[in-house]
């Protein structure tokens, strides 16, 4: 059964850092490409970034370049979300999801992990 | 604001059909036949329920069905079940910069 957990989330001040993980488990972590999705309270869902299976490609939402970096990390079986300078904005329960296909749908996700960015 | 558009609430009474819509634009919904669609209890982890405009992975019901037509895909519901109510958001590859647009989502109510 295809697992994906994520923790690290947490209450953050603007301007900070906060790095996220996803534990996967129940399918081959090198072969698939993943998928961090994001939710701001009370509204819809948000892609957000997503790697290839062998890390070799990372794209990037506009809200997030530059502020996010999304990495695997093999030895561990984990999606990492390396998340700086934090807005307002940037609360949201952040999900993990395993992609598949040319089309990056996204067939197995987490439960999720709230990050609420606030002074 | 969403990049997809999708009404906000639908409903139908048990057995009964219902169709969700999605309107994007030809760098998205209309050029990539590569509309998906979730299903979101709150709370929970979203579901996938429909790839690639119309394909329905293992496990999902042949009630749940996809359709494009041009800028607008489509969701249809039938033979309403209690546990079909739930958010539905749609989702569409966009290119290499956008690898997923979302749809606001749509609030599904069977009465």
């Known amino acids: 059964e295809v697992q994906l957990v994520e923790s690290g989330g947490g209450l953050v001040e603007p301007g900070g850092s906060l790095r996220l993980s996803c534990v996967a488990s129940g399918f081959t972590f090198s072969d698939y490409s993943l998928t961090w999705v994001r939710q701001p309270p009370g509204k819809g869902l948000e892609w957000v970034a997503s790697i290839t299976h062998n890390s070799a490609h990372k794209f990037y939402a506009d809200s997030v370049k530059g502020r996010f970096t999304i990495s695997k990390d093999s030895a561990e079986k984990s999606l990492i979300l390396q998340m700086n300078s934090l807005r307002g904005e940037d609360t949201a329960v952040y999900y993990c999801?395993?992609?598949?296909?040319?089309?990056?749908?996204?067939?197995?996700w987490g439960q999720g992990t709230l990050v609420t960015v606030s002074s | 604001q969403s990049a997809l558009t999708q009404p906000p609430s639908a409903s139908g009474s048990p057995g009964q059909s219902v169709t969700i819509s999605c309107t994007g634009t030809s760098s998205d919904v209309g050029g990539y036949n590569y509309v998906s669609w979730y299903q979101h209890h709150p709370g929970k982890a979203p579901k996938l329920m429909i790839y690639?405009?119309?394909e329905r992975p293992s496990g999902v019901p042949d009630r749940f069905s996809g359709s494009k037509s041009g800028n607008t895909a489509s969701l249809t519901v039938s033979g309403l079940q209690a546990e079909d109510e739930a958010d539905y958001y749609c989702?569409?590859?966009?290119?290499?910069?956008?690898?997923?647009?979302f749809g606001g989502g749509t609030k599904l109510t069977v009465l």
């Open positions: 989702s569409s590859y966009a290119g290499d910069n956008n690898l997923a647009v």
């Open positions: 690639d405009v119309n």
């Open positions: 999801a395993r992609a598949r296909g040319n089309s990056w749908f996204s067939d197995s």
